[in-house]
């Protein structure tokens, strides 16, 4: 089966420590995302790569790291300097051909932080 | 990238054909307009996707006019489980979506 995995689906840290969140996909693709969502709100852009060993912010970087050191992995950071880290965290892949206009998203994993 | 509005929220009752309008003025030339569906706790789902006119899937139809300044998502049929949050996003080459707060469609019996 092919698709984005996300884990874990819950997790739970302490304020002052720094998480990582894991994304693999067997998709294939080259480009992968990842989105921050708070409640009743739409998706905001944390940063994204479009090939492995490259990767660009986006909207709300900062408190943030990623690497891309291979294709099917993406993983993110979130560092005891992001200031409201508690949210429900979305990867997406896609193909990075322009024509290429669908993205795939895994589950999500919802963190809490206290 | 494109700013887009949609109404907050919609509701509509099983059966009914459900049409979900978005302005986006100032979309680029080559941006193509893409709908996503997203039930709560879970990742956005692609629906469709179109640049100007008419196309459609199994899902649903998108209508497009000519100033492709504004998009409309029909839902045939909606039943209880369309029930989810729309969002309108233009679509650029370099595959980057900025996510809006969507429409929240309420189907009733």
């Known amino acids: 089966d092919g698709g984005i995995t996300q884990s874990p689906k819950y997790l739970f840290r302490k304020e002052g420590q720094n998480v990582t969140l894991s994304c693999e996909q067997n998709l294939n693709h080259d480009a992968m995302y990842w989105y921050r969502q708070d409640p009743g709100q739409g998706l905001r852009l944390i940063y994204y790569?479009?090939?492995?060993?490259?990767?660009q912010k986006g909207d709300i970087a900062e408190g943030y790291s990623v690497s891309r050191e291979k294709k099917e992995s993406f993983p993110l950071t979130v560092t005891s300097a992001q200031k409201n880290p508690t949210a429900f965290y979305l990867c997406?892949?896609?193909?990075?051909?322009?024509?290429?206009?669908?993205?795939?998203f895994g589950p999500g994993t919802r963190l809490t932080v206290t | 990238l494109a700013k887009t509005t949609q109404p907050i929220s919609m509701d509509s009752y099983e059966g009914q054909e459900v049409n979900i309008t978005c302005s986006h003025n100032?979309?680029?030339?080559?941006?193509?307009i893409t709908w996503y569906q997203q039930f709560p706790s879970q990742g956005p789902r692609f629906i469709i996707q179109?640049?100007?006119t008419k196309v459609t899937n199994e899902v649903a139809s998108l209508f497009i006019p000519a100033d492709r300044k504004s998009s409309t998502l029909s839902l045939p049929r909606v039943s209880l489980s369309d029930t989810a949050v729309y969002y309108c996003l233009p679509r650029s080459d370099t595959g980057k979506l900025i996510f809006g707060q969507g429409t929240t469609l309420q189907v009733k019996p």
């Open positions: 100032n979309i680029a030339t080559n941006d193509y």
């Open positions: 179109g640049y100007k």
């Open positions: 997406a892949s896609s193909p990075r051909k322009s024509d290429a206009y669908e993205q795939y």
């Open positions: 790569s479009q090939i492995v060993n490259d990767f």
